[in-house]
């Protein structure tokens, strides 16, 4: 089966300029993930949606940060105004319908989006 | 937040050596995971052990978790240089609303020389 895809993987702005991150999950994955991940350190969730409904956004600067799930299939991943701390690797992941579903709920990556605001 | 705190933080290595890595956590988990992440790449998922198994295996992986500790270690065998990359667990908490949630430890950056 195919992978979840993000592009682009490589994205460099200036501060307070804007930016957008797509994310197309594994077929059939009802829920999908993004994360932003700091260099030498773990991925902090952003944002968890369920089908296209928002499960957990508790992590989301929401000032300028927004994200948005059409048809609960692709995602997409806002920044604006950008600041020199968002630079970092942003991930999409997917993954089968929560707990009760036959792998529980392993998550399946994209290779990430590496942004750098300078 | 961090959930799990892992350590060494770095851990290098020879082939064939076997490696270790810790991982604790703080609060009740329904789940552990472990997750490899190669440079420049996504995780991909390694391992999970559910919270009433003690012991799990899979290849050269055999992963342990200690509830009553909070604490789950993972052993690579027979380390090979391609095992070179970041390794991460990840905790699905007991019960609450975050339907399938993770929270990810801060990793493991090993290194296996040729």
């Known amino acids: 089966e195919a992978g979840v895809a993000q592009s682009p993987r490589y994205k460099i702005i200036e501060k307070r300029q804007s930016v957008a991150f797509w994310c197309n999950p594994i077929?059939?994955?009802?829920?999908l993930y993004w994360y932003q991940q700091i260099l030498g350190q773990g991925p902090k969730l952003l944002i968890q949606?369920?089908?296209?409904?928002?499960?957990?956004d508790s992590q989301l600067p929401k000032d300028r940060f927004s994200a948005e799930r059409l048809k609960g299939v692709d995602s997409t991943l806002k920044i604006q105004p950008a600041k020199l701390e968002d630079s970092a690797v942003y991930l999409c992941?997917?993954?089968?319908?929560?707990?009760?579903?036959?792998?529980?709920?392993?998550?399946?990556f994209g290779a990430g989006t590496r942004l750098s605001v300078l | 937040s961090q959930q799990g705190e892992e350590d060494p933080q770095a851990l290098s290595i020879q082939e064939g050596e076997n490696a270790t890595m810790n991982c604790s956590y703080k609060?009740?988990?329904?789940?552990l995971q472990w997750y490899r992440q190669n440079s420049g790449r996504g995780l991909v998922h390694l391992i999970l052990?559910?919270?009433?198994?003690r012991e799990k295996h899979s290849g050269r992986l055999r992963v342990t978790l200690d509830t009553s500790k909070k604490s789950s270690s993972l052993l690579i065998t027979a380390s090979r240089a391609a095992d070179t990359a970041s390794y991460f667990c990840?905790?699905?908490?007991?019960?609450?609303?975050?339907?399938?949630?993770?929270?990810f430890g801060q990793g493991t950056i090993l290194t296996v020389h040729p």
């Open positions: 609060t009740s988990i329904n789940n």
């Open positions: 949606f369920q089908n296209n409904g928002v499960v957990d």
């Open positions: 052990i559910r919270s009433n198994e």
């Open positions: 077929s059939g994955h009802a829920t």
């Open positions: 992941a997917s993954s089968r319908v929560g707990q009760g579903a036959p792998l529980g709920n392993i998550q399946y």
């Open positions: 990840a905790t699905a908490r007991a019960g609450g609303t975050s339907y399938g949630k993770l929270t």
